[in-house]
């Protein structure tokens, strides 16, 4: 047997009682139904049945929050992107500097308690070309190094909670290189270079080998 699907629940496990039951063998689907009287009938039925009958189940995701790139959800765990236009903030380290710095456009992604985020250049497209981040703590996959930030489970109504976390946590200098173009070692010395300037200097991201496609498709 290749998978099984109980369809609506004999109180077990808290359900309701089970009233029907899919097995997917590798040739074959075969639903089995239950009684009020305990009598049992099995019957193959086609994947074009099962399509027809699950077509009509609304779907329905909510309200998304603003700049939403894309929304999955996987049983109970949200995933989705969002999209962060370029924006001035007051950055601040564990060593009590603090740094008032125009951030390049970023995308911003979460999946249950982990999160990642790259740089772009433009508002992205499915191939836009992603870029490393110009912060120090995110793993060279993108992924945020939490540390004792205690980040939300990623949702359409707690994302941009998680982004400001974030950005207002205390960097410190682990995970600061390969960030910068010119300041390789550490991304921070670029913080201070560009500290009260309007624009980010866009040639200073670093290219990853993704796209946003990628992001979508859960390839970190």
């Given at each position: 047997m290749d998978n099984a699907l109980g369809l609506m629940g004999a109180d077990v496990g808290g359900y309701q009682r089970l009233m029907a039951r899919l097995d997917l063998f590798s040739e074959a689907i075969v639903m089995t139904r239950y009684g009020n009287d305990g009598a049992t009938s099995c019957f193959e039925v086609s994947a074009e049945a099962l399509a027809t009958a699950f077509s009509g189940v609304p779907v329905?995701?909510?309200?998304?929050?603003?700049?939403?790139?894309?929304?999955?959800?996987?049983?109970n765990t949200e995933r989705l992107a969002i999209f962060v236009p370029p924006e001035q903030w007051t950055l601040a380290t564990a060593d009590g500097e603090v740094y008032d710095v125009p951030l390049p456009?970023?995308?911003?992604?979460?999946?249950?308690?982990?999160?990642?985020i790259w740089a772009v250049k433009q508002r992205p497209g499915e191939r836009e070309r992603l870029f490393h981040a110009p912060f120090p703590n995110v793993y060279p996959d993108g992924?945020?190094?939490?540390?004792?930030?205690?980040?939300?489970?990623c949702s359409a109504s707690t994302i941009h909670q998680a982004l400001e976390l974030f950005l207002q946590s205390e960097f410190n200098e682990d995970l600061a290189s390969g960030k910068s173009e010119s300041y390789e070692d550490n991304v921070l010395i670029l913080w201070d270079e560009i500290h009260d300037t309007v624009d980010f200097p866009l040639d200073e991201l670093v290219k990853t080998h993704r796209v946003l496609d990628d992001v979508i498709k859960g390839r970190w």
């Open positions: 329905a995701t909510g309200l998304l929050p603003r700049e939403c790139l894309f929304y999955a959800r996987d049983g456009p970023l995308i911003w992604s979460g999946c249950g308690r982990k999160y990642h992924r945020v190094c939490v540390g004792n930030v205690k980040f939300p489970a």
